[in-house]
């Protein structure tokens, strides 16, 4: 996960920013006054950060409970800890997927680039 808030860092680090800035300056309406600037901020991670597209299209219908339940509960978020709870399981669960399919990924690139070292290692 830290690999994945690095990368949204180096590749979206003026979203996060400016989103960052809008919600500590709007502590009562963040949720209609950063709108654009979540906007923003998702665009970017999705075209830039595969993990997060990942999440957002596995983890989707978890992203619209969790946020449902901290709209309707705003002044007791902690009624939500079940819905980030089951959010937190599909992120992780995506996140394992993604390292799987990197690691095969290595492995087969390292098999194609290996033959002919392969190779010569028989000589």
């Known amino acids: 996960m830290d690999q994945t808030l690095d990368e949204v860092n180096r590749h979206c680090g003026n979203q996060v920013q400016a989103y960052a800035s809008c919600v500590d300056s709007h502590e009562d309406t963040w949720r209609t006054d ?17 993990l997060m597209k990942m999440v957002r299209l596995s983890c989707q219908p978890m992203i619209d409970r969790y946020q449902s339940c901290l709209e309707k509960n705003d ?43 392969a190779a010569e290692s028989k000589d």
């Open 34 to 50: 950063c709108v654009e600037l979540r906007k923003a901020l998702t665009k970017c991670t999705d075209d830039n950060v595969t």
């Open 75 to 117: 002044k007791d978020p902690t009624v939500c800890v079940d819905a980030l709870r089951n959010l937190y399981q599909c992120t992780e669960g995506v996140g394992q997927m993604m390292e799987k399919m990197n690691a095969v990924k290595a492995k087969h690139q390292e098999a194609a680039s290996g033959s002919p070292s």
